[in-house]
Structures are given as structure tokens and as C-alpha cells.
């Protein structure tokens, strides 16, 4: 058997790494954003808000389903991605998940540590002034008191259901003359007008000093259990996580909507995946909880500082803009020309755009202009993701009052984003835009729309295909590409795509575009073989390839393949990656790195030499397979040599970065391409401040 089919090398080796496992290894690359001090300060806090975060939802939903292999006797011993077991991940993982913690409370310790030497203290509740402690006493009555709903805990009596999104204060109150301590559970409000961090009175540039709103609530822990008698109290915080698996009844008489509702509300229910606790805690009131929240026998219980849910140092109070990211503008796309048809400059050209270099603000006017467009007949768009107050839906819903047919197609099983979708539904619906809900047990998550204008005696299609969501508030943050054209045969394929996902009993063929799961796959595995035979040929030879993860198995196989014909394969993978680049025997042409900075990498593209002939593609589709079998994804070549040629310098800046790559190998050590200090040359070379260089000066240029 060829060992590039049998996933193991001549001498036993097994070819790939394990997805959670490299996943663990992407957030640690975030935490580095943290530790490295040449990040603004606060942008560091901020970055270990984001590794928080992530974290959480690496136990909701990977962790959580380890733990149901496990508990499937099918499954349980099935070897999964790097040769374990369940089992044997699960306790890696939790290993890996421990020594994260320790990195993270060493981290923001070190973090606490360079705010004081700029005048940002955050402080706790024994460290306030009588002004301060007078102020927190006044905004606990007035604000967070009516909102406390504090839980005695006792060994006979069940808990009530806690939020796995909310973060609480065990209590103990113990007493001289009582043998038995009591105990309590306190929700800490969170919400817009309740933000996890105050601004003491009197603070100013010079000092600044904050607290934690849960040190509000230790400093009027007497407050709230006046009620009992007890000589000592305080207060441990606690965060747990559910699994976050969306389960759905299979009755037919309810409707999907139904149906999505009682999930939720089961998914609330979920079983506990992971505690995360204040090291502090006393064994007695541990053990109650451990006991309470039923994870007696998890592997998954990880010992803390004196705050979680640290997710929202993500919005710690900007208190001095010179420990932030510099703002950076995004530009206007040369092609654009203010108060011009978006629809008139379309038609002579294909534009490319990549956000957050370039303005969102050209989409919504692209939606806008069409809903206004008296030519325009009708609008079809697929939704994935969208921001709280959308301005993508307000154009939609504006199109569908001047009289066009409106039709979205609105992914309800976006993980986290279940409930937004359903009331975006119900908003859509009320305006009179047809919504449906796609193909059942496959995820559309492509980002396409289709606009239909009458250009005389015939309708004429501008399509959109991009690589990140329809969503102002992440394209700000998150890098992406978005490609509108007029091209006939896109267009064709536009329309075919969108028949389809009204009425998705029918087959799919398209011309140009890539579709998932029809056609993708083979399309990019030709591709692959086309660039093997090149090479065997002795032909020049090459694959290039960004996305955000990388763990198809049989994609992966055909890459080794390639690097043993010698194909020179360049990969820049942000998270996961399952290949092992650089390893003798198979992998020896195949370089990969990895990108954290400023902004998320999240665009998608996929370069192949073809023989000098260069075919170009960007699209919604990572290398996993659940992009490529269990999705609708779509990829677009790019057919316009000039944009083609940008992408490719897109590429190319991204792979010269010195700063802020790091070499994905084996080992998956995180090490960086660079070693600082860093040359003048080597600085310029950080690729997000090189790609917004790039694009302004094409914008000076025209």
C-alpha cells in the first residue's frame, strides 16, 4: 500500500497532527500577542481577553464532543486525527488546558504589573479609599443589588439551572460557634449598562483606577446575607461550560423554528464540559460544587486566579489611546469614485476588495444603490453571521419596501449566532423578503448575493462572492476578500447556486464556480494532480494556499503527494493544521507558517502555476472537511489578470513576514520567522502594516 494513502510513513509514523491539539497550539499564538511587549499595552490585555474566549468555546464545542465519543461504545477506542483515542485526547487536552491556565494568570499578572508604571491600577475591594468605597456602596444599592438573585446551596437540595455564559461567586460563611458553614451562589449581572469594569471617581490621564464589579459585590457580600450570623465571609468566582451541541427534535409536525427554539432552551441544559475555579477556594465549598454541577469524574476541572470569564478584557475601558493600536483608516477602492453608480463601475470592471484595508462602507452602498435602483428586479443573498445592529438588513429590508424581490437565505445553525438569526428571520419576514433556510443537515456558509437588473430587454446578474460574512462590525477587524463581477458565466452560476437552495431537491452543476459539496473537492484535487504531473514532467510547479485551517485528511494526503513530486507547496494556515510540513520522506517541499497580529486572518485563497498559466481562486471554503462534504461553500476564480496578480502579491507580502510569522512545523513550537531586534527591512516586512501600504498607495496612484 502507498504509505500517502495509509496515513503512516515506511517506518510507522504517523503523518498528521491532531486538530485539537494544533487548535491548543493557534491559541497559544494569541497568548504570544499578549506576552510581546512590542503589542500596546492594553491591546495585550485585550489579546488575552480573545485567547479567553477562545478557549471557552474550544471546551463547548470540541472538548464536549470528545467527551461524547467517549461515551459512545462504537467510538470510544476509534483512532482519531494524531492516533488517539478519545480518551487518551481528552487527557492531553486537559494537560495543554492546564498549563494555558498557568500561562495566562502569569501573563496578566505581568500585564497588572507594566499598567501601574503608566498610571492604570485595577484594584479590589480592599484596596479603595473611603471616597471610592463610598461610590462602589452607592452604585451597589442603586445598579447591581435588584438584579442579584443569591442561591443557598445545600447538600439535599438540587441546583437551579446556572448560565454557562455567566460567571458567579461561590460564598462560605462560617462561623465560631457553628461546627456547619453555609453556602451561596451569586450570579454577576452582565449586560450593556452593567460593564465588568468601573472607572473609579476622580480617576484622570496621570491615574486611572478600576475594579472589577465582582469586588463590588465582595465589598457588600454583608449586604446581601445581613440575614445570617457567621464571623467570617467571602467570595470565590467561578465559570463553567456546557456542551454547546445543538440538539433538535425530529418531529415533523413542528417547524424548523419550533424546533430551533427547544434546542436552545435544551442547550442550556447541556451537560458541564469544564469548571474553571479560583485556586483559593476551600475544599469543602469545591467539593459541593464539583458534586452540584455533576462533573465528579471530569478530567476538565482547572484551578484559576480571582477572576474568569476573562473574555471581557476584550472590552477593558480605553483609558489612554496611546496604549492602543494606532487607528488606520480604511481606504476607499480606487475604482469607487464618491457619489458614482457602484453598479456603472461593476460593469466596466471586476473589483476586489479586502477588508479591513479597504471599506465595508462599498458593500452597503452596492446593497443600497440596488435597493434604490429603479433597473434593479431582484436580490438574492445568503446570511451566515451579521452585526447586532445591521445595516445589511436595513438595506435588505429597504430593497423589499421599493417593491423588489428580496430572497435571503438565512443559516439558522450558525454556532452562538443561533438566536440573532432567528429574530433576523422574523425581521426579514415581516418586510416581506422571502427567507429560507437551505438544505437540512448541511450548513450553508457561503458568502454570495446575486443582484438582477433590467439592462434592456434582458436581466443582467452583479455577483458578489466573498470570503468572510456580511458583517460591518467584524470586517473591521477581521481580513477578507470580496470580488464583485458582471461576468456572464459567474452570474449563471450565481442563479443555478440560488435555484438550488430554494429548491434543493434538484442536482447542482456549475460552470466556473467551486460549489460544496458537489463539486469543490475534485475541482481542487485536479488541480493538485494537474501541478504533480507538471512536476514529474519536469516542469515548474506550485501550490499556494492561505485559509484558516487546514485538517482534511485526503486534501492533506494529496499535498504530501505533490511535495514527493516535487511540487513547491507554501501554505499560511492561521489555526489548525493537521499536515506536517518540512518532514523527510513526504512533506519535504511543503513550508507553512502562521499569521497572528492586528487583525484575524480570515480570507481564503488557493493559488496553483498551471503550467505559467496561473488559476486564482478565493472563496468561503477552509481545507476541512467539513467545508469541502457537510457545507455550501463556493470558490470563484478570478478571471481578471490584474486582480489575480494583486492576490498574488497579497500572497506574497503575507509570506515575507519576519514579525509576526510563525513557522508551523512539526512540533508546532510557535517559534517566529524573525528574531528581534529586528533591521528597518525586517520591521517594514510585518505584513497587515505591508498590505495596507500596499493598498493606499494603489489609491494615491490612481
Known amino acids: 500500500m502507498d504509505m500517502l494513502t495509509s496515513r503512516y510513513t515506511k517506518k510507522g509514523r504517523y503523518m498528521l497532527n491532531n486538530r485539537e491539539l494544533s487548535w491548543l497550539s493557534f491559541n497559544e499564538r494569541v497568548m504570544q500577542e499578549a506576552q510581546d511587549k512590542s503589542v500596546p499595552l492594553i491591546q495585550r490585555l485585550r489579546f488575552l ?39 487518551e485526547l481528552q487527557r492531553k487536552v486537559s494537560r495543554k488546558a492546564l498549563e494555558g491556565q498557568q500561562k495566562f494568570e502569569d501573563t496578566y499578572s505581568n500585564i497588572l504589573a507594566e499598567m501601574k508604571s503608566q498610571g492604570i491600577f485595577i484594584i479590589n475591594e480592599k484596596m479603595l479609599t473611603e471616597e471610592e468605597k463610598a461610590f462602589c456602596k452607592s452604585y451597589f444599592t442603586d445598579k447591581i443589588s435588584p438584579l442579584l438573585v443569591p442561591i443557598l446551596i445545600r447538600k439535599s437540595v438540587k441546583l437551579p439551572l446556572l448560565r454557562d455564559e455567566s460567571i458567579y461567586h461561590a460564598v462560605k460563611m462560617s462561623s465560631n ?14 449586560n450593556s449598562q452593567f460593564p465588568r469594569f468601573t472607572v473609579l471617581p476622580g480617576s484622570s490621564t496621570e491615574c486611572t483606577r478600576i475594579i472589577f464589579i465582582d469586588d463590588i459585590i465582595r465589598l457588600c457580600l454583608d449586604d446581601i446575607f445581613f440575614m445570617f450570623t457567621y464571623d467570617r465571609i467571602d467570595a470565590y468566582t467561578f465559570k463553567f461550560m456546557r456542551d454547546a451541541e445543538l440538539d433538535l427534535d425530529d418531529d415533523i409536525s413542528k417547524s424548523l423554528m419550533e424546533k430551533m427554539e427547544e434546542g436552545l432552551t435544551k442547550r442550556s441544559y447541556g451537560r458541564p464540559v469544564r469548571l474553571v475555579y479560583d485556586k483559593e477556594m476551600p475544599e469543602d465549598l469545591l467539593e459541593m460544587l464539583i458534586e452540584k454541577l455533576g462533573l465528579r469524574n471530569s478530567e476538565n476541572l482547572t484551578p484559576g ?22 487607528k488606520t483608516p480604511p481606504l476607499r477602492h480606487p475604482a469607487f469614485g464618491v457619489n458614482e453608480s457602484i453598479f456603472a463601475t461593476i460593469r466596466k470592471q471586476d473589483v476586489l476588495l479586502h477588508y479591513p484595508y479597504h471599506t465595508f462602507n462599498h458593500l452597503i452602498d452596492f446593497l443600497r444603490e440596488a435597493a434604490m435602483d429603479p433597473q434593479t428586479d431582484s436580490i438574492y443573498m445568503t446570511l451566515y453571521r451579521t452585526a447586532a445592529c445591521s445595516r445589511v438588513i436595513n438595506a435588505l429590508i429597504n430593497a423589499a419596501r421599493n417593491g423588489k424581490k428580496v430572497t435571503v437565505l438565512l443559516e439558522l445553525f450558525a454556532r452562538f449566532d443561533e438566536e440573532r438569526n432567528m429574530e433576523n428571520a422574523e425581521v426579514l419576514r415581516q418586510a416581506g423578503i422571502k427567507v429560507i433556510y437551505g438544505i437540512p443537515g448541511i450548513k450553508v456558509h457561503c458568502k454570495l448575493i446575486l443582484v438582477e437588473r433590467r439592462e434592456g430587454s434582458r436581466l443582467k446578474g452583479y455577483v458578489h462572492v466573498g470570503t468572510g460574512n456580511f458583517n460591518e462590525d467584524t470586517a473591521q477587524i477581521y481580513s477578507d476578500f470580496s470580488l464583485f463581477t458582471t461576468k456572464k458565466e459567474i452570474a449563471e452560476d450565481a442563479e443555478r447556486i440560488f435555484e438550488f437552495l430554494e429548491d434543493n431537491y434538484k442536482h447542482l452543476k456549475t460552470q466556473s464556480l467551486l460549489v460544496s459539496p458537489y463539486n469543490m473537492r475534485e475541482r481542487f484535487e485536479d488541480l493538485i494532480d494537474n501541478e504533480i504531473k507538471n512536476a514529474k514532467d519536469g516542469r515548474k510547479a506550485y501550490i499556494y494556499v492561505k485559509c484558516n485551517s487546514l485538517t482534511d485528511e485526503d486534501m ?63 472563496g468561503s471554503a477552509d481545507w476541512m472537511n467539513r467545508n469541502l462534504s457537510r457545507r455550501v461553500e463556493v470558490c470563484i476564480p478570478i478571471l481578471d489578470k490584474e486582480i489575480a496578480s494583486n492576490l498574488k502579491d497579497t500572497f506574497s507580502i503575507q509570506w515575507k513576514d519576519r514579525v509576526k510569522a510563525r ?35 494603489k489609491q494615491e496612484h490612481e
Open 49 to 87: 481577553g480573545i485567547y479567553s474566549n477562545n478557549q471557552d468555546e474550544f471546551f463547548k464545542v470540541r472538548v464536549a464532543n470528545l467527551a461524547r465519543l467517549d461515551k459512545d461504545k462504537g467510538k470510544k477506542n476509534k483512532k482519531l486525527s494524531g492516533n488517539f483515542t478519545s480518551n
Open 177 to 190: 460557634s457553628r461546627q456547619n458553614s453555609r453556602y451561596a451562589i451569586i450570579e454577576i449581572p452582565q
Open 305 to 326: 486566579g480571582r477572576y474568569h470569564l476573562m473574555r471581557d478584557l476584550m472590552k477593558f475601558p480605553k483609558v489612554n489611546p496611546a496604549l492602543e493600536y494606532e
Open 556 to 618: 492533506i494526503m494529496k499535498l504530501y503527494k505533490a511535495s514527493k513530486a516535487g511540487v513547491r507547496v507554501r501554505l499560511i494556515i492561521r489555526g489548525a493544521c493537521c499536515l506536517m510540513p518540512g518532514e523527510e520522506g513526504f512533506s519535504e517541499n511543503i513550508k507553512a507558517i502562521s499569521i497572528v497580529d492586528k487583525y484575524l486572518e480570515h480570507a481564503r485563497l488557493m493559488i496553483f502555476y498551471n503550467g505559467g498559466k496561473e488559476k486564482v481562486f478565493i
Open 663 to 697: 513557522n508551523l512545523n512539526q512540533a508546532q513550537l510557535n517559534q517566529y520567522i524573525g528574531t528581534p531586534p529586528f533591521s528597518k527591512e525586517e520591521f517594514e516586512s510585518r505584513s497587515q502594516i505591508a498590505l495596507y501600504n500596499y493598498y493606499k498607495s
